[in-house]
């Protein structure tokens, strides 16, 4: 008869080979690299849509720009002229002091404006705008173009063109 076995129970008994399951083994690192993939794809996914707001909704348009002048115009602002406008527009001699006293010569007359149609060809854009003019009781209207380029992602104003002129003034 062979000799009984020495030392503690199943101890010559390999894991799995007719005793208790083998225990599963619990590595952490697939869970941290799943996790970390999983952040870092959560992450992009709010990056991609905050860039899609800023592209889509926050950013200036065309329109915006010729809305933005229309009102400068209306309150002389020099500041935001320079900043919406490119040094063709303004011109050589541009100062901010002859382009206020230009429109305080026109004081006696009323402007409403409507911004109409947009053309967007790449880098440039011209926007409709309807000008309705009253001078002393008289009315009438214009059409013009404000053309614009885009340098550095801003649209600038960078001429006018006119379409049509006031017949009365």
Known sequence: ???????????S?????????PRPSRRKLPWILG???ALLAFLLAVAVA?????FFVLRESPQ???ETYLEVWNGQDCETLEEITTERFRGESYTCEAWQQSIQEQSDYSFEHEIGETEVDGD??????????????TTDEAVYTVDMVRQD?????????????PDAF
């Open 124 to 137: 440039r854009a011209s926007v409709e705008v309807y000008e309705t003019i009253t001078y002393e009781g």
């Open 13 to 21: 008994v390999p894991p799995g080979a007719g005793g208790a399951p």
């Open 50 to 54: 905050i860039g899609a707001v800023w």
């Open 153 to 165: 992602g801003d649209w600038l104003l960078d001429g006018t063109t006119m379409i049509q002129e």
């Open 1 to 11: 008869m062979p000799p009984a076995p020495s030392g503690p129970p199943n101890a």
């Open 35 to 37: 996790g970390l993939c």
């Open 64 to 66: 915006d720009v010729a």
